[in-house]
């Protein structure tokens, strides 16, 4: 079977569980299910063989399995915002399609990846200027400058900013990466540690000014995934996490709002933090409880009061992972964080077939930023590290978080299509 109909054939699990997902949710609410079930599948099912059609016409050689466990992903989502309000799956249905259209408008205008080596001085500028605005032209949410609102829309820039990062470290790695493999660390020159000292300052400026300690987390581990892949040494790595964490240690005894993160993190159930502070991550915690290995079922967790007061704070962005839990249980949950797994797995085989070393980085980081974004937001809901408002890709509710992820997904099919095409893999099958 061909690569384009194995990614076709991808595409029915994801359309079965939107059918089926939406089915269970209405059966808890009405007596009879109409066919609008089936419509809302149909619907999905078209949005995702256009983009199929698209990805056939433009990259007939691109990995086969990405495109369907992003669908997978993102049917996911669908049902669990629509068990949550009805009107959050209709907006994240119109920000679903709006990402099918940059998917392929990415596609469209970058025909060759290696294009954007040429302007990575840019694309940095770009992304550090995103990382600041919401601090300049925002308002804080939860203590932390995450978005710009305007009217009733919102904008995350840090989701397009982390693409713009990553570009720009895997080109600037390609060309440094023999002076890092072969010189002695004391003895590189600030020259060429220069990322290395602006991407650990931008983490801290981050922590200061942002207040966001899981996009520092994101975007600093993402910069030492790619410069171990590069180099090869854990000296480097080890120099880099060092540094995040003497300064993480510093500001969380001197900045009073990382302090307070900290604290929270480490005592939710403290009395005077678990009705206040602490009540976001307690009510999360008592929610995963409740759901056990099996789960309660669609629509049977207790996510409002009949008077409309939330028990579980933000259950459509920084606690859906959560809801999941309650509803799928432990089995469930371990079931969508093994999906994130093979997409993780099928984007480090683009970089792997990859034929240069901008290829292969940018790949590499792309999914290593995806999967760092996973770790941070179920480490957070669950206390493994502190909660942050950093969204579940393809899942939470979002239209900036969704787009951005169509557009690194983009990417990392551009660069599988160009591995693919290599004369020494053509006669062979590639997985």
């Known amino acids: 079977m061909s690569a384009r109909n194995r990614e076709l054939f991808g595409l029915i699990p994801a359309t079965l569980l939107v059918t089926g997902g939406f089915t269970a949710v209405l059966l808890t609410r009405v007596s009879n299910v109409h066919d609008v079930t089936l419509t809302y599948g149909a619907i999905f099912l078209g949005c995702c063989l256009f983009a199929h059609l698209f990805i056939r016409w433009r990259l007939p050689n691109a990995d086969p399995y990405l495109f369907p466990i992003s669908a ?10 629509y068990r949550i309000q009805e009107s959050f799956a209709i907006k994240q249905a119109g920000w679903f399609a709006l990402g099918i259209v940059f998917f392929c408008l990415t596609i469209v205008f970058l025909r060759d990846y290696r294009v954007l080596e040429r302007y990575r001085y840019t694309i940095a500028a770009a992304s550090i200027a995103l990382l600041l605005l919401p601090r300049l032209a925002g308002q804080a949410t939860n203590g932390a400058y995450l978005a710009i ?3 009733s829309f919102s904008f995350q820039p840090a989701e397009f900013a982390k693409i713009g990062v990553i570009i720009f470290l895997a080109s600037y790695l390609r060309d440094v990466r023999e002076v890092l493999v072969q010189g002695r660390l004391p003895r590189i020159s600030l020259k060429h540690m220069g990322p290395l000292l602006v991407i650990w300052g931008a983490s801290m400026v981050m922590l200061i000014f942002i207040r966001d300690l899981g996009s520092s987390l994101m975007f600093f581990g993402g910069f030492l995934a790619l410069l171990y892949v590069a180099t090869g040494r854990l000296s480097l790595v080890a120099a880099g996490a060092g540094m995040f ?3 993480a240690w510093f500001l969380t005894n001197h900045i009073a709002h990382v302090h307070s993160r900290v604290e929270i993190w480490q005592h939710p159930f403290q009395p005077d ?10 009510q999360g915690l008592f929610a995963q409880a409740d759901g056990g290995l099996l789960g309660s079922g ?5 996510l409002y009061l009949p008077g409309g007061h939330s028990i579980l704070p933000a259950p459509h962005t920084d606690l859906i992972y959560a809801v999941i839990v309650n509803e799928l249980g432990l089995f469930g949950a371990v079931a969508m964080l093994l999906t994130y797994l093979l997409f993780v797995r099928r984007g480090f085989k683009a970089g792997l ?8 980085l940018l790949a590499t980081g792309l999914t290593a930023v995806f999967a760092l974004q996973v770790f941070v937001i179920v480490g957070g809901v669950t206390k493994v590290i502190p909660l942050t408002g950093v969204t579940l890709p393809f899942i939470s509710y979002g239209g900036s978080s969704i787009i951005a992820n169509f557009v690194l997904l983009a990417l990392l099919l551009i660069v599988s299509d160009a591995g693919r095409q ?3 893999l053509r006669g062979g099958v590639v997985p």
């Not at 933090?273 to 307690?282: D, H, R, S």
């Open 245 to 247: 964490y003497l300064g």
């Open 422 to 424: 290599r004369p020494e």
């Open 149 to 151: 609102h305007v009217g």
């Open 298 to 302: 669609f629509s049977q967790s207790l």
């Open 273 to 282: 933090l678990v009705e206040g502070k602490g009540y976001q991550i307690a």
């Open 72 to 81: 997978v992903l993102a049917s996911i989502g669908l049902v669990e915002l």
């Open 353 to 360: 077939v990859s034929g240069d070393g901008f290829g292969k």
